[in-house]
């Protein structure tokens, strides 16, 4: 039996264990032996299509004191190159579901202008596909062209591929030299149309339909230049009404030894002002993920593809956009222009994250848009700014290279709501939130560590504990944050930015100690040498 002395001490002992282990750091460990997969460049990719100010008084503004004799505008080229944007998806879209190449191309003035159905005003087709070709290559991106599966015809969708690609000979690649381009573009990516499970979308057909028509488009384009690569529309439809699964699992099926991607798309909001919601949306594209990555598993065990690769995912649309989502805001030349916040960069740094940690099966991203319309850069007659989810966008596509890494994280966690994703769609919950969210690339002996403190009153001290090898050198550190979640930067304002910090000393060891602040997006760049 306990003597009565005894129970103050052992009270005491028990409070310090509580009080030691509640004070306990947090911990990310990593082991540059547990590999996820290559990280492909063409995650790091935008999106420019023929909606509102994105083209014409954005990229390209035809008069401007801003613009060189192109008609391009040099503000914006010089913003968009220090994007280090690596592949970008044109020309549209749902603008793209209505648009026939043609129209864009020859003398400027004798071009017809269209209405545009899809946006809602007028296009003057002044810029078109060698517009876009010469664009892409003065800012060092890739294009990546989506041909017209809803109005469009498998002979339109044929001839643009010899329009872009073959070197001479039939008339349309005749027709390019005319116009000014002897040699082919080379076009190396092709989506076989935009969202075609989408009601909304000119020219809508169901899976079947779709597979049969996108299926003969293939046969033409491959026939004319048998080097592209394929992206099928995956769902974009994630609505109570729709079965995105039973659409993406009838494409998968019936375009399996046809399609190289399958494009999945997702915008996210917060509607409800719900920061901690809000700021988990990127653990709902990574289900999303899971999911289709399991279809494609299944159907590549019975496709006949010889040697070529797997069919991977593109999520090439993403985006935070709810704002400009009422009716003045959706249609007419200022369509979809969202001011980004703090916490709009934190969940685009969210998205990147998940993209890396699935870099086995996620080939290719496609932020929408590159200026403008829900877009990282913003312009006006006088000048741009550079939007708060910049810079996350930057820091990636300069640095995060090599093989993604599986790494362990362990700290504190929270649960959410039910909350919309999205206008019109459905709800969903998270639980075990981690605080932190993590993700880790390894090349050639260079650690990149991205880390999202989700919390947004609280620093979180962490320990960084190499399971193999040991850090090195200094570690470089870069933060992206700002006094407060709202934080917005506008013209002659940069609350939101890239700030380099001082620099972590380490000499040879396997663990080491850094505090991550309170709604912030880190990056640390150092060495673990084995």
């Given amino acids: 039996m306990m003597k009565k002395g005894l129970k103050p001490i052992l009270l005491l002992a028990l409070i310090g264990l509580v009080l030691q282990a509640g004070s306990q750091n947090a911990r990310i460990k990593i082991d540059i032996e547990r590999k996820i997969g290559e990280v492909d460049k063409h995650l ?28 391009i505008r040099l503000d914006v080229l010089d913003a968009a190159k220090d994007l280090n944007v690596s592949i970008t998806r044109y020309p549209g879209g749902n603008f793209v579901s209505n648009y026939h190449w043609k129209d864009g191309i020859g003398p400027k003035d004798q071009r017809p202008p269209r209405m545009e159905l899809a946006w809602a005003r007028l296009e003057s087709n002044r810029f078109g596909t060698d517009e876009f070709v010469d664009y892409a290559k003065r800012i060092g991106t890739e294009p990546y062209f989506s041909v017209n599966m809803g109005t469009g015809t498998i002979e339109e969708a044929q001839q643009w591929v010899e329009y872009c690609n073959v070197k001479s000979g039939p008339y349309y690649a005749e027709l390019r030299k005319k116009n000014g381009n ?39 384009m491959k026939l004319t230049s048998p080097d592209i690569k394929l992206i099928a529309a995956g769902s974009s439809n994630y609505r109570p009404e729709a079965d995105p699964n039973e659409w993406n699992a009838t494409v998968l099926h019936e375009l399996r030894d046809v399609i ?25 594209l990574e289900e999303r993920t899971r999911v289709v990555k399991g279809m494609i598993d299944r159907e590549m065990q019975m496709a006949n593809r010889g040697n070529r690769p797997p069919i991977y995912i593109a999520w090439d649309e993403y985006n935070i956009w709810y704002r400009a989502r009422g009716e003045e805001t959706m249609a007419g030349t200022r369509a979809l222009e969202e001011h980004y916040n703090l916490e709009d960069a934190l969940v685009i740094t969210g998205f990147l994250n998940a993209f890396v940690r699935n870099a086995d099966i996620v080939k290719m991203a496609n932020m929408a848009q590159l200026v403008n319309v829900i877009a990282p850069i913003f312009t006006n007659e006088k000048g741009m700014f550079k939007q708060t989810i910049y810079y996350p966008l930057q820091l990636f596509a300069k640095n995060v290279r090599g093989t993604a890494l599986d790494v362990h994280v362990d700290c504190e966690t929270y649960n959410t709501d039910r909350f919309p994703i999205g206008l019109g769609e459905s709800t969903t919950q998270q639980t075990n939130v981690p605080y932190l969210d993590v993700s880790a690339t390894y090349n050639n002996g260079e650690l990149i560590l991205c880390v999202v403190n989700r919390n947004k009153d609280k620093s979180i001290t962490t320990d960084l504990i190499s399971q193999e090898g040991q850090f090195t050198g200094d570690v470089e550190v870069y933060e992206v944050n700002g006094p407060d979640i709202k934080s917005e930067n506008d013209f002659g304002k940069t609350a939101v930015q890239t700030v380099n910090k001082p620099a972590i000393k380490v000499t040879m060891a396997d663990k080491i100690t850094y505090s991550f602040p309170p709604h912030s997006f880190t990056m640390l760049k150092g060495k673990i040498l084995k």
């Fill in 260 to 284: 190289d991607y399958l494009a999945l798309h997702m915008y996210v909001g917060n509607t409800e002002n719900n920061y901690y919601d809000f700021i988990s949306t990127p653990r709902v």
């Fill in 182 to 220: 002897a040699e082919p573009f080379n076009i190396k990516y092709w989506s076989l149309g935009n969202e075609m499970d989408g009601f909304w979308q000119m020219g809508h057909l169901n899976a079947e339909d779709y597979s049969k028509k996108a299926r003969e488009a293939a046969k033409l």
């Fill in 44 to 71: 790091y990719g935008n999106f420019v299509e023929h909606l509102g100010r994105c083209v014409y008084g954005g990229i390209y503004e035809e008069g401007s004191t801003l613009s060189d004799d192109k008609g």
